[in-house]
């Protein structure tokens, strides 16, 4: 009797243990709870060399007329000294740090103070108060999204002061860009040391904060998942959407401008840049909601990676077509713009109806037609850490079921549309398409491994399911 009640304690132990085991396992889904070296060394290049590349890049059009290699030869010739390049360099002015102070302070405003009014005159366009994904800790934050809404008024005010008003001239960006890269670095340094400092001193929500122990790792990939001020401002939605990519088409705006101011006219190739990238960016503002379901907010941590990335690395690295055409104005053959617009629009829909297809399937819990059928899916669950069980699914069905991230080969194809509307001449406007094929392959490998975490052998039958990431039959 003895031995079969010690028998059926030891079953019921090794039963606990796997659960247990289970939970543990499925929990660490969120970011990293430890750094390997080969993260810590990637994290401290960028942030050595981060900065440096944007500065470079800006630097070379000034006074370079965009080559990325003459200052290298010039350099390594002897012919100048890094204190020649640096002496000429336009230093902080007090009118840039007034038109950046004014400018991100409006942008609070709206942010806080306008509620979304699109939501009620739009058909079909989901704003005001949303609600995000499940973190780790089991939170559903708010958001109040009045995205598009900011960036519609700010474009009337632009487009008034333009035509009608003159109170500053359209070109005031170009004109001052690199004095106001220096202020948005200070912001960017501020915002991602106080975040850092947040998550030691005064956390959101102190369950869903993450400490390595790594200072460099923790600075760069952030410390809290949401951080916020009061209720609503919240620092993920704010730094990503406003500041950074409002002012993408204001810079654009301002670049043509310069164009119309420096040779009498716009060209075809920065109408081509100006309203491929306008599209791409005012889909992110009608689609907002959908981005509180996207890995920066849902999966990332907020840090130098997003808050000096959102103010410096974004609006100045992704405007490299617009700046290198005010150098060099291209004139495309009407067959090679009309290629390049096709290649664009291919881009651009096969990036958002990938992105729609999902967003339906999880919104309506598989309960909708994908391509007018039902759609497949693969049912999966995972735990938060409180030990709260929660079901999802993957589906394998649409562009889904062609590769796991059909959304970054259309986001590719919409980016190297940009870049071949600049021509052959320079390397430089092709940055855009190498960072994009780096940021987004390594986001695959990045969300893959995290869904693994998260869905253990679900996550498996899904990958056997749908076999390639990127391109059908390649990778
Ligand atoms: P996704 O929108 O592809 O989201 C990935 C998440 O979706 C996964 O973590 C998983 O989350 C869920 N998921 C994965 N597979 C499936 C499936 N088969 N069915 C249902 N849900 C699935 O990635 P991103 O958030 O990175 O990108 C969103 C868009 O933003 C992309 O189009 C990308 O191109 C673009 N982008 C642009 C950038 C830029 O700088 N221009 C930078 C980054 C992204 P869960 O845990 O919920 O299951």
Same mark, same amino acid.
């Given at each position: 009797m003895a031995a079969h009640q010690e028998k059926k304690l030891a079953q019921e132990r090794k039963h606990k243990t796997t659960q247990n085991d289970t939970q543990t396992s499925q929990v660490?889904?969120?970011?990293?709870w430890e750094v390997d070296w080969f993260s810590l060394g990637s994290i401290l290049f960028l942030l050595m060399f981060a900065p440096l590349i944007v500065y470079y890049f800006i630097m070379s059009c000034d006074q370079?007329?965009?080559?990325?290699?003459e200052p290298l030869i010039d350099l390594l010739m002897g012919n100048k000294h890094l204190s020649d390049i640096w002496n000429k360099t336009p230093t902080l002015t007090y009118r840039a740090a007034a038109i950046y102070s004014l400018w991100v302070a409006f942008q609070v405003v709206l942010y806080m103070f306008v509620p979304d009014f699109c939501h009620k005159i739009l058909p079909g366009y989901v704003g005001g108060v949303q609600e995000g994904a499940v973190t780790p800790a089991g939170v559903v934050n708010k958001y109040e999204i009045n995205g598009l809404q900011a960036w519609i008024i700010t474009h009337v005010l632009w487009f008034a002061n333009a035509y009608?008003?003159?109170? *500053?001239? @359209?070109t005031i960006i170009f004109d001052n860009w690199i004095p106001l890269l220096w202020c948005a670095n200070i912001l960017g340094y501020a915002v991602s040391t106080f975040a850092m400092i947040k998550g030691y001193?005064? @956390?959101?929500?102190a369950k869903d904060c993450k400490f390595t122990g790594n200072f460099f790792y923790d600075y760069m990939m952030?410390?809290?998942?949401n951080p916020r001020i009061?209720?609503? *401002?919240?620092f993920k939605l704010f730094f990503n959407g406003r500041p950074g990519i409002v002012a993408w088409t204001l810079i654009n705006l301002s670049y043509a401008a310069k164009q119309q101011e420096l040779y009498g006219q716009v060209t075809n190739s920065m109408i081509l840049v100006n309203v491929l990238q306008g599209i791409y960016v005012l889909d992110f503002f009608w689609n907002e909601a959908w981005y509180l379901k996207t890995i920066d907010i849902c999966h990332d941590h907020f840090g130098w990676y997003l808050g000096w990335g959102d103010c410096v690395w974004l609006p100045y690295l992704y405007t490299l077509q617009g700046l290198y055409l005010v150098y060099h104005p291209v004139q495309l053959g009407t067959a090679n713009a009309v290629g390049i617009l096709i290649l664009g629009l291919i881009g651009y829909y096969i990036f958002r109806v990938t992105n729609h297809q999902k967003d339906l399937f999880r919104r309506t819990d598989g309960n909708c037609r994908i391509w007018g059928k039902k759609p497949k899916y693969i049912e999966c669950s995972y735990m938060s850490v409180d030990g709260t069980k929660y079901y999802s699914k993957l589906m394998t069905s649409g562009f889904w079921g062609w590769a796991r991230h059909f959304n970054y080969t259309g986001d590719l194809m919409g980016s190297l549309a940009y870049c071949l509307?600049?021509?052959?001449?320079?390397?430089l406007p092709y940055f855009y398409i190498v960072y994009m094929t780096i940021l987004l392959t390594h986001r695959c490998i990045r969300d893959e491994h995290r869904c693994f975490s998260k869905y253990g052998k679900d996550w498996k039958h899904y990958t056997a399911a749908v076999p390639y990431r990127l391109i059908p039959g390649v990778f």
């Open positions: 660490q889904w969120g970011r990293a370079y007329q965009c080559s990325l290699t009608y008003f003159h109170f *500053f001239s @359209p001193c005064f @956390p959101t929500n952030g410390i809290e998942f009061g209720r609503w *401002f919240d509307a600049c021509g052959f001449a320079h390397i």
